[in-house]
């Protein structure tokens, strides 16, 4: 699976913005998609995760009603809208895949994108 993130950049708090993530080489219904981030000096750390069929959603308490995961199986892509966004949202963003089929917390994904950064400013 491959795994292209878009969608970063540099913005305001109190600001929106929507990654994207597209995925080939496998039928991407198949996986469990989630997204991650790094921040500069610390681990990286769970954001969301949405099921394969997009019903189920799991999200790290600090972004739970700012972030919505979102995946549309037509067009092989993840979503993850970012709303309210603060200076501590400030990180590299990864979407990672894996098969399976439960959403529980785990960064046991064997693929993984390049990354997109997004910078918050106060």
């Known amino acids: 699976v491959q795994l292209v993130e878009s969608g970063g950049g540099l913005l305001q708090a109190g600001g929106s913005l929507r990654l994207s993530c597209a995925a080939s080489?496998?039928?991407?219904?198949?996986?469990?998609m989630g997204w991650f981030r790094q921040a500069p000096g610390k681990a990286r750390e769970f954001v969301a995760a949405?099921?394969?069929?997009?019903?189920?959603?799991n999200y790290a308490d600090a972004v739970k009603g700012r972030f919505t995961i979102s995946r549309d199986n037509t067009k092989n892509t993840v979503y993850l809208q970012m709303n309210s966004l603060k200076p501590e949202d400030t990180a590299v963003y990864y979407c990672a895949a894996r098969y399976g089929s439960s959403v529980f917390v785990t960064d046991d994904y064997p693929y993984w994108g390049q990354g997109t950064q997004v910078t918050v400013s106060s």
């Open positions: 080489g496998s039928t991407f219904s198949n996986v469990v």
């Open positions: 949405i099921s394969r069929s997009g019903n189920n959603k």
